[in-house]
């Protein structure tokens, strides 16, 4: 008698700002040590922990290329890895212009996610890029245009995602706040969509906070703060 499969949910992992550059153009060793080979130490860890069916979150700074057709070899080196990518846009993606030419030359097994949301095994993902905030240091008239304008792209991404009636995992690339306690009009709407958790990249190191906040988890996933090992989040969520 042939044995049945067993079946299993898929684990979520995120990890953002993996700024792959595949052609060397720009090495990442150059802002330090801890950057030396990060592409195979990342592959490596990465290998070790997801599986086939399992789900990465990436929520920007994927690439250092210039133009789509010049991603290509970061986006299929990715797309080598095992398990499904989420990837969201980060402010060093300039190659992410025209939302529907991304998600024409995506790989297989690789998501775009821009201010709408998507639906995989039984979760529900929405998120946006996010901007500065208004605490920032040398924040700014023209950083409050793109700011509110971000709040409306990311309501209209958990607007979205809320039909599912499932609960919310949210990607932000810029972080939502700087500091425990601190309120923003990003953690407001993620308070307000009954967000589980939110992860984000952007800043390293030192500059990094992560926590619970109002019933939202918050977790930095910067690759070098994770030591280039793929956080899995799925404990995180009920």
Same mark, same amino acid.
């Given at each position: 008698?042939?044995? #049945?499969?067993?079946?299993?949910?898929?684990?979520?992992?995120?990890?953002?700002?993996?700024?792959?550059?595949?052609?060397?153009?720009?090495?990442?060793?150059?802002?330090?040590?801890?950057?030396?080979?990060?592409?195979?130490?990342?592959?490596?860890?990465?290998?070790?922990?997801?599986?086939?069916?399992?789900?990465?979150?990436?929520?920007?700074?994927?690439?250092?290329?210039?133009?789509?057709?010049?991603?290509?070899?970061?986006?299929?080196?990715?797309?080598?890895?095992?398990?499904?990518?989420?990837?969201?846009?980060?402010?060093?993606?300039?190659?992410?212009?025209?939302?529907?030419?991304?998600?024409?030359?995506?790989?297989?097994?690789?998501?775009?996610?821009?201010?709408?949301?998507?639906?995989?095994?039984?979760?529900?993902?929405?998120?946006?890029?996010?901007?500065?905030?208004?605490? #920032?240091?040398?924040?700014?008239?023209?950083?409050?245009?793109?700011?509110?304008?971000?709040?409306?792209?990311?309501?209209? #991404?958990?607007?979205?995602?809320?039909?599912?009636?499932? #609960?919310?995992?949210?990607?932000?690339?810029?972080?939502?706040?700087?500091?425990?306690?601190?309120?923003?009009?990003?953690?407001?709407?993620?308070?307000?969509?009954?967000?589980?958790?939110?992860?984000?990249?952007?800043?390293?190191?030192?500059?990094?906070?992560?926590?619970?906040?109002?019933?939202?988890?918050?977790?930095?996933?910067?690759?070098?703060?994770?030591?280039?090992?793929?956080?899995?989040?799925?404990?995180?969520?009920?």
């Amino acid at each position: 008698m042939r044995a #049945s499969k067993v079946f299993r949910m898929p684990r979520l992992f995120a990890l953002s700002d993996p700024h792959l550059s595949l052609s060397g153009a720009k090495p990442m060793d150059v802002f330090g040590s801890r950057w030396d080979n990060h592409a195979e130490r990342l592959a490596a860890n990465w290998r070790r922990l997801v599986g086939a069916d399992d789900i990465v979150l990436i929520p920007g700074d994927i690439s250092w290329a210039m133009r789509l057709d010049m991603a290509k070899p970061d986006l299929e080196w990715l797309a080598a890895l095992p398990g499904r990518k989420i990837l969201l846009r980060g402010n060093h993606d300039y190659w992410w212009q025209s939302l529907s030419r991304v998600r024409e030359a995506l790989p297989p097994q690789c998501y775009a996610l821009q201010n709408d949301s998507l639906c995989l095994d039984g979760f529900t993902f929405a998120g946006s890029r996010g901007w500065l905030l208004p605490d #920032s240091p040398g924040f700014n008239a023209e950083d409050r245009k793109i700011y509110d304008r971000e709040l409306l792209r990311l309501e209209m #991404s958990l607007k979205a995602g809320q039909k599912s009636g499932k #609960s919310l995992i949210v990607l932000l690339h810029y972080p939502p706040l700087l500091k425990a306690g601190a309120n923003t009009g990003f953690t407001d709407l993620l308070c307000a969509y009954d967000v589980q958790i939110c992860v984000y990249g952007h800043v390293h190191g030192a500059f990094a906070w992560q926590g619970c906040q109002d019933g939202v988890e918050y977790r930095n996933v910067s690759c070098d703060l994770l030591n280039f090992d793929p956080l899995e989040i799925t404990p995180l969520i009920s």
